[in-house]
């Protein structure tokens, strides 16, 4: 199972899901010890945010997203690249790894003004 993380300079979870260009993503395998992380760095153009859905993209495969925040936008978008969302207060990405890896739930996300703002957006959001 493939899951990415959204971070913010691969070190912390990142806020907001849709402009986060830094990923870390973790290629699972049931009973093996757990993969170091492959380090991804988006171009401005493969920000999800903007992309424009015309071709390949590095989070493709990627079956769970890790974020801080997201827009529903954002996640309608991942859902329809086969991803599922989950949001986290959690701040660490290897804390959240190795709790969705162990079935427990994730602390709570803190509040964030933008996400707000990207509900708003999301009302006339293409996706």
């Given at each position: 199972?493939?899951?990415?993380i ?13 402009q ?44 769970i997203v ?10 309608r ?28 739930a ?7 003004v933008?996400?707000?703002l ?10």
């Amino acid at each position: 199972m493939k899951i990415a993380i959204a971070t913010q300079r691969h070190a912390c979870v990142s806020g907001h899901a849709g402009q986060s260009r830094e990923w870390l993503i973790y290629d699972c395998m049931p009973g093996q010890p757990l993969p170091p992380a492959q380090r991804i760095t988006l171009e401005k153009a493969q920000v999800l945010h903007h992309f424009d859905d015309s071709g390949p993209h590095p989070l493709d495969g990627v079956e769970i997203v890790v974020a801080g925040s997201a827009g529903d936008g954002f996640i309608r978008h991942m859902q329809k690249r086969g991803a599922a969302v989950l949001l986290t207060g959690e701040t660490d990405p290897a804390a959240a790894l190795a709790k969705i890896l162990a079935g427990e739930a994730l602390p709570d996300t803190r509040f964030d003004v933008t996400t707000t703002l990207c509900k708003l957006r999301d009302l006339f959001s293409r996706h």
